[in-house]
């Protein structure tokens, strides 16, 4: 039972569940039965509270911003052998750090007497004297008056340059003239009045340079002594802010089983970030390694849930188990699960595929190879084995990059090869034109009310927890997928994709998305609930035969 006025640790019942034997690997897991019921136990208390109030939206009486939370729980072990649970929120949570019952931050910036706090005052401070600077109307005259400076500059300067070719060219005349109608001591007298008139137009020019340049001069001047004092308030606040951003990341120390200790700038001087991301440390896990070493409770397992309406990008639902975010956590988590008997990352033993792969469809310029799920279309980062090394081992001697297109390393089904440069060439413009038809079929997890239909949402990478991709209509690419249901048994939904487009992760995200179809794909392991494989696989594909000028449909049964 999750009771606040008992304080942090929450006693928990072994009863028939067995021990976790090692603790939860975070980025990947199934949720032990032990972090279900005391996930189970907060989610009965979140929906009955009343000690603090914030929006999840789940309740359409309340107003204001709706915003859902990642909680933590975590089993411990006392020195006395008592076996409970601990549990954090993610960043804030009814705008405290601190609520009876949850564990406490890695360091408050929420405290008052703070040194955080002061200076975001000053932060505050700084930035309300640069927008009343900003905002004031000399500064938008004097840019005015730049401008208009400016303007006048040219277009004088083109004014007396046309004027001067045109009294040039009449004196080119009038010397033509004198040349033929004039006697040779007037011609002289003409031709010196001439050149004084160049000699002086050319004096003209330059001095009206001179009262011209003045004048932008003058402005810059004037534009300078309104804009120098933001500038130096501005650069004031952006040096300070990084003094601050450093002093607070100095802040958060976190501990380890092994009782060592490293602050944020030392966790992630070593990453490909360099440094520390915002909101690191911020998160559930961080907090409930941090409370149960403070406090001498032996880690034993872990889950994180998301409480709430579903996020604009995200693929978060109410209730749902969820993995660490990498980006913020896993070096974080990384250091502080040192020490710890910790399970193996499933990761590093996926890819793994021993049999031999299936070929479909083989003829002197293509073939079609069935991908196994779990299995990966092109060499890794540290998983070399993939369809492509397996076809340059099969076809030593064809010419080009042989693959076509990729599918996800969970997806299983169609790939598409070309023996030769050629061929290759001919069947990427298929592709680049969207002439070839993919099928997919897909197995979701709950009963779709539609019978077919279109899905638009934009996707992009979500840059702390790659791979997963987030819905973006601002930074994402255009992704667009045609569905149709085949069946409906034992609320699952089978279904047909047919993406026009080809984003990563496309069809999982339109599928599991609030704004899409709301029902992940059975066993998506990123946006639904991990299960034997990924319910996705390339059905079917429809392509011109770059060769025989004929079209071709080749299918291949999915596994489930």
């Known amino acids: 039972m999750f009771n606040p006025e008992n304080g942090c640790f929450h006693p928990i019942e072994l009863h028939s569940e067995n021990r976790p034997k090692q603790f939860t690997f975070p980025f990947y897991y199934t949720p032990h039965p032990l972090c279900v019921k005391a996930a189970n136990a907060v989610k009965t208390y979140l929906s009955s509270q009343t000690d603090f109030e914030h929006n999840f939206g789940l309740d359409s009486s309340k107003t204001g911003l709706k915003i859902g939370k990642m909680f933590g729980v975590m089993l411990v072990e006392t020195p006395e052998n008592q076996l409970g649970f601990i549990v954090a929120f993610s960043g804030k949570l009814a705008e405290r750090n601190y609520l009876r019952g949850f564990v406490p931050p890695i360091y408050d910036t929420l405290n008052k007497d703070g040194f955080y706090k002061k200076n975001e005052a000053y932060l505050n401070q700084l930035t309300a004297e640069i927008d009343s600077l900003e905002q004031q109307p000399e500064l938008e005259k004097a840019r005015l008056m730049l401008k208009q400076a400016k303007a006048n500059h040219i277009e004088t300067l083109e004014a007396f340059k046309t004027h001067a070719k045109a009294e040039k060219l009449n004196r080119k005349k009038r010397r033509a003239v004198a040349a033929k109608e004039l006697s040779h001591p007037e011609q002289e007298t003409l031709f010196e009045l001439l050149k004084q008139e160049s000699i002086q137009s050319n004096i003209d020019l330059k001095y009206l340079k001179l009262d011209l340049e003045t004048e932008v001069a003058t402005a810059e001047q004037h534009l300078e002594a309104l804009v120098n004092p933001i500038e130096n308030l501005k650069l004031e606040r952006k040096q300070r802010s990084a003094d601050l951003q450093a002093r607070i990341h100095a802040q958060y120390q976190f501990l380890n089983a092994k009782g060592e200790t490293k602050d944020l700038i030392a966790i992630f001087k070593s990453t490909d970030l360099g440094k520390p991301p915002v909101a690191a440390g911020e998160c559930a896990a961080p907090k409930l390694f941090q409370y149960a070493y403070e406090n001498q409770l032996k880690p034993i397992a872990m889950a994180e849930f998301y409480w709430g309406i579903s996020p ?54 293509l073939l079609l190879v069935n991908k196994p799920p779990e299995f990966l279309s092109v060499p890794g980062k540290t998983i070399k084995d993939s369809v492509l090394t397996r076809m340059q081992t099969y076809l030593p001697n064809a010419t080009g990059p042989l693959l076509l297109h990729r599918l996800d390393m969970s997806t299983s089904g169609l790939l598409l090869v070309a023996k030769n440069e050629r061929t290759h060439k001919m069947l990427q413009k298929q592709f680049i034109n969207r002439t070839i038809k993919k099928r997919y079929v897909a197995l979701l997890d709950g009963v779709l009310e539609s019978k077919a239909g279109i899905i638009n949402l934009p996707l992009r990478v979500d840059l702390n927890n790659r791979p997963r991709q987030l819905v973006c209509d601002k930074h994402g690419k255009s992704a667009t997928t045609n569905y149709k249901v085949i069946a409906v048994k034992d609320y699952k939904t089978r279904i047909h994709f047919y993406p026009i487009s080809g984003r990563t992760h496309q069809l999982r995200v339109h599928a599991a998305h609030h704004k899409g179809l709301n ?26 035969h770059p060769v025989k000028r004929e079209w071709v449909r080749f299918s291949c049964e999915a596994g489930f």
């Open 312 to 365: 604009t990008a995200e693929v978060r639902k109410h209730g749902q188990f969820y993995p660490s975010c990498r980006g913020r956590c896993e070096p974080i988590l990384g250091h502080m699960m040192q020490g710890l008997d910790v399970e193996p990352n499933p990761i590093e033993t996926a890819g793994v595929f021993n049999g031999e792969l299936e070929i479909i469809y083989e003829d002197d310029f």
């Open 519 to 544: 029902l992940p794909i059975v066993g998506d392991d990123l946006y639904g609930t991990p299960s034997n494989r990924l319910h996705l696989h390339a059905e079917t594909l429809e392509f011109e």
